[in-house]
């Protein structure tokens, strides 16, 4: 029990009995508020309405009156004991006529007003006013629908989808209570049915969450913040915060779906006007009708084709139309299981369907609401709603591995076979959440998926090696230097064809763009593209290309000569140790990321080139920073001074994983891979650790991945010697793990 100011126990817990509870106390608590007399009714609105009680909820409450009472007195004596307790109260004070007045001119007094439920007084002046208020919603549903919708989208846009968002508000985003009321109103106006059990379901599993952020804040509180997710688990009898957040997801689909569905039949519907039933062919077993997909009559037997399902949904998808939900009750209900392997009809629409470009999402999503994709890949049901903590992924995996095939059909051209990269960007993910390398561990789950569809053996050994070298070429584009011939001997050893290297290529691209914006950049592209290119010549010819060693060019003008472009900066300067680290720290000051570095040498001169991006955007005055960099160079700027202000400013996680070195060969140098924490300085932090150790950096790729750092140092010499590796990886763990100054 809570405890309120006025002594009122109010039931806490998690629950639709807590809840019911909850509305229980209250409509007997307030009963004894309203004066006895005629001509009064005390009606809930809201939560209270609709016996949704949250722990710390409002009281939405409106007093009736037919003008024959005190109504002022009487509303002193209502609303003050509820102040009293401390309550949150939203109220007012009407007779039936104005209520109704309001109801049509205030689309959200309407919405209220749809789900009012008496309290206590006269039940006559409640039943006057919901006939009248769900009769005036109903002849203005014309007017009031669009408006709905319009509501809907700016709330959407400012709040974001719910099943995509890690820390999202279950009230008011994209598939979350507030759209539920919208479907309710949908529903009263008649046009569609919004009460169907898996929406039922997911409002009861959603209601549940809200009443857990209550009792965890102690507070009102909407948004599923992640430092709450193991304590909710645990009110909500689930195993981890990562259960709590996948069922929110699916639940939050689920609604979205509906709401989608919804708003579909709004659009065909026309009041007063009887719908006109048009059937168009659109494929076999397959119509058109009023804008939908629906099943040929002839399809609809005892014992249906067990390709129907996926007939059909290539069909909409080609065809660029939703999937009518009788139709996918239907097939969910009766259609048979695949056998495997599939039969090529089967086959053939999987891939029509992953080629379908942007259709793709919205048909796989209403097939997968159904429970039909699951029957297709039964590994699905494994990455269904399976969330990514990484900031950079913008879905879930499931609907990370759609996008990616969604964004693969872009690049269908430009491979010796589609099919091969539609299937392979489907099921490239299929080892997360899976002990291990996910690329590793995914591999012969996605061979396993391929033989079932059908492939030939020499197809499956193809998806099988995509899956699981999918990160072959952003990671080692970004972490390796591409002009040495052991980074591109190992690409091509690896790949083995260059058929295999255009899948990849293409993969990566679409993995990319099916990620967020964070996942790919113009420097990202070109160095992808680069790897490609040699990696294509030596499979073509059999040699590796060999770049010639960089020369430092005379510097024109006084030095240290410093030349600044939008993403990349050129510092020439006499030669001295820890040149890097100070290029590196007043880059950091002006918060540009290094996404490359090279060090050339020569005669006593020394340049550094590094590939840079703002971190937060917007780029520095050039001015500025060619300033800076020249004092910084020359030991005018205490780079350590001021990135110690800095850090100390800057959050830091305090469970994050210990940094890691991982050693590689290369020619004519050793790399020193690190692994870590990223934050700003890090780079100016091992730089300078590896000059005061006497590592010379020849070149440096930085790689950011969300909140993680993975840095490859290319040092100078064989390094072969045991002890002198333990002292340079000593060092620099030692500055990863340690803040500036």
């Not at 006559?124 to 006939?131: A, C, D, N």
């Not at 009230?171 to 507030?178: D, H, I």
Request: with cysteine; aromatic share 4%.
């Amino acid at each position: 029990m809570v405890m309120t100011s006025a002594g009122i126990e109010v039931p806490a817990g998690v629950g639709a009995a807590a809840r019911a509870a909850r509305a229980a106390t209250f409509d007997d608590w307030l009963a004894t508020l309203l004066p006895t007399g005629e001509g009064l009714a005390l009606v809930a609105v809201g939560g209270l309405g609709r016996r949704e009680c949250a722990p710390h909820g409002d009281l939405d409450l409106v007093l009736l009156h037919d003008g024959s009472a005190e109504i002022d007195r009487v509303a002193e004596k209502l609303w003050y004991p509820i102040w009293d307790a401390r309550l949150s109260l939203d109220h007012s004070v009407r007779t039936v006529d104005e209520a109704v007045d309001v109801a049509g001119s205030d689309l959200k007094a309407a919405l209220g007003m749809l789900d009012a439920r008496l309290v206590a007084g006269e039940a006559r002046l409640l039943t006057r006013l919901r006939e009248r208020v769900v009769a005036q919603w109903r002849r203005g549903a014309a007017r009031a629908l669009p408006e709905l919708r319009e509501l809907s989208h700016k709330r959407w846009d400012a709040h974001g989808e719910l099943a995509f968002l890690l820390e999202g508000d279950v009230k008011e985003a994209r598939g979350g209570l507030r759209d539920l009321g919208v479907l309710r109103a949908i529903g009263y106006a008649g046009v569609a049915d919004a009460t169907r059990p898996a929406v039922r379901a997911a409002r009861r599993w959603l209601l549940d969450v809200r009443d857990a952020l209550h009792t965890v804040a102690g507070r009102r509180a909407d948004r599923m913040l992640a430092q709450d997710r193991a304590e909710l688990a645990g009110l909500l009898d689930l195993a981890n915060g990562d259960d709590a957040l996948r069922r929110v997801t699916d639940a939050a689909r689920t609604v979205a779906y509906a709401v989608d569905d919804a708003w579909r039949a709004v659009d065909r519907w026309r009041p007063g006007v009887p719908a006109r039933v048009q059937r168009v062919p659109v494929a076999r077993d397959v119509v058109e009708q009023n804008g939908e997909v629906v099943l040929a009559r002839a399809a609809v037997t005892p014992r249906p084709d067990p390709t129907l399902a996926l007939r059909v949904a290539a069909a909409a998808a080609r065809a660029r139309l939703p999937i009518a939900r009788p139709t996918l009750e239907w097939l969910a209900e009766f259609s048979s299981p695949l056998p495997s392997p599939w039969p090529a009809p089967a086959r053939d629409a999987l891939l029509t369907l992953l080629g379908a470009g942007d259709p793709l999402t919205a048909t796989w999503e209403a097939c997968d609401r159904y429970g039909l994709v699951a029957r297709w890949l039964p590994e699905w049901a494994r990455v269904r709603s399976l969330p990514q903590h990484n900031p950079v992924h913008r879905f879930t995996v499931d609907r990370h591995l759609v996008e990616t095939a969604r964004a693969a059909a872009a690049y269908a051209r430009e491979v010796p076979r589609p099919d091969l990269l539609m299937l392979s960007a489907l099921l490239h993910d299929l080892g997360k959440g899976l002990p291990g390398d996910h690329s590793t561990v995914g591999a012969p789950l996605a061979a396993t998926a391929a033989a079932r569809i059908g492939l030939p053996a020499d197809d499956v050994q193809t998806v099988e090696r995509v899956v699981r070298l999918h990160l072959l070429l952003p990671e080692t584009a970004t972490r390796r230097d591409l002009a040495d011939p052991v980074t591109v001997e190992a690409v091509a050893d690896a790949v083995g064809d260059a058929g295999t290297l255009a899948l990849l290529y293409a993969l990566t691209r679409a993995d990319a763009a099916a990620t967020g914006p964070a996942a790919w950049s113009s420097w990202k592209g070109r160095l992808v593209a680069e790897l490609v290119d040699r990696v294509e010549t030596a499979l073509d010819t059999g040699r590796i290309p060999r770049t010639p060693p960089v020369a430092v060019p005379i510097a024109v003008g006084p030095l240290p000569c410093v030349r600044v472009t939008q993403d990349r900066v050129v510092v020439t300067a006499t030669d001295r140790p820890g040149l890097l680290a100070a290029v590196a720290g007043c880059l950091s000051l002006h918060r540009l990321d290094v996404v490359a570095a090279d060090v050339a040498t020569q005669d006593g001169l020394a340049r550094v080139v590094c590939g840079v991006q703002p971190r937060y955007g917007s780029e520095p005055a050039p001015g500025t920073l060619t300033g800076d960099l020249r004092r910084a160079v020359t030991g005018g700027l205490d780079v350590a001074a001021r990135l110690a202000a800095r850090e100390r400013a800057a959050r830091r996680s305090a469970d994050a994983a210990a940094p890691r070195v991982v050693w590689q060969p290369a020619t004519g140098a050793a790399v020193l891979e690190l692994r870590a924490m990223d934050s700003p300085g890090l780079l100016y932090r091992v730089a300078q650790a590896l000059a005061v150790a006497g590592a010379r950096v020849r070149a440096a790729r930085i790689s950011t991945l969300g909140g993680d750092a993975v840095d490859a140092f290319y040092l100078v010499g064989e390094w072969g010697d045991a002890a002198a590796r333990a002292s340079v990886e000593a060092a620099v763990l030692a500055a990863a793990g340690s803040r500036a100054g």
